[in-house]
């Protein structure tokens, strides 16, 4: 009966897929003196005496014995020899890879492209999680949690993502449209960083992809239109695939008449579009005519300013082209408006 209440094996079956840090739930019962610890592939068994982490054992099966924690053996109580049971506390610590996270920036990130200038950008992926340090692990992050699972660690690692990943972004000095090629180098890039932030804590990103990288809505409406832009540099053509597929939509009996007419049509309007649009022809010039009277410069005047300034046959004019003054009688240009014009009243 006393035999009994003495742990035997010490051994952890996972049956979930989230369960990262699992304590061996000793309770009242104590580990007997020679019992078998069982630690799997993707497992690492860490003992804690008295809130120290003694020793860690890779994957394998132990006797518990002298030969097997070395370092327990210095710590109090244990240099009397093995005769009472053990009183440590046992962690397995999963090594496996934990696939099942996401990330996404809740907020555009500022980037600036060397074609569009300053652009906001979103992104979101998958990376996956992996335990390199048991021992860093639960002094920094699982601490005396009987069961840390991934949701716990979640959140932290998201922040520092999205933290490094607009410098990250930055560094790259890639176009915002070379992005989508880039995506795999860029997702190596940041695991490594990651990886180094997090060996603090005994964790690493082994694995960290892009699953897209957007613009906000109206950049891409802009982008449509760009691109419908670049659709329609061979006018016939684009024409001629428009009427085709108008035809198509509409169906009927007709299909191939009308699909003649319409390549026709198309065909018309681009080549009317095609040509040069003709232009009227521009305006006569009105030119600006100055008036001498009395020894002064009037002007400048059009030639309905210049028959309302007083234009007499004897006034003096010039306009530009002229290489003198001249008696408004000697320029052929002013004959209509001097022929309308009142002879000079007589002397009274």
Known sequence: M???????????????????????????????????????ESQVAVFVNEGHIADAFPPGTFTLQTRNLPVLSTLKGWKYGFDSPFKAEVYFVST????????????????????????RLRAFGSYSV?????????????????????EEVEGYLRQMIVGRLAGALGAAQVPVLDLAADQHAMGQKLADILS????????????????????PPEVEKALDKRTQMGLAGDLGQYTRFQAANALENAGGAGEGMGLGMGIAAGQQMAASLSQPAQQPPPLPQRHQWFLGVGGERRGPFDETGLAAAGLTPDALVWRAGMAQWAPARDVPELAALLHNTPPPLPPS
């Open 2 to 40: 006393i035999r009994g209440e003495f742990i035997d094996i010490i051994e952890w079956l996972d049956d979930s897929r989230d369960t990262i840090v699992w304590r061996f739930p000793r309770h009242d019962n104590e580990i007997k003196m020679g019992a078998k610890l069982v630690v799997r």
């Open 130 to 150: 992996q335990v390199t340090e048991p021992m860093s692990l639960l002094r920094e992050l699982a601490g005396t949690d009987q069961r840390f699972r991934t």
């Open 96 to 119: 496996r890879r934990f696939t099942d996270f996401k990330w996404g920036t809740q907020n555009p990130i500022m980037l600036r492209d060397p074609e569009f200038g300053p652009v």
């Open 196 to 215: 180094a932030d997090l060996s603090t804590v005994g964790l690493s990103i082994p694995n960290f992809s892009f699953e897209n990288i957007s613009f």
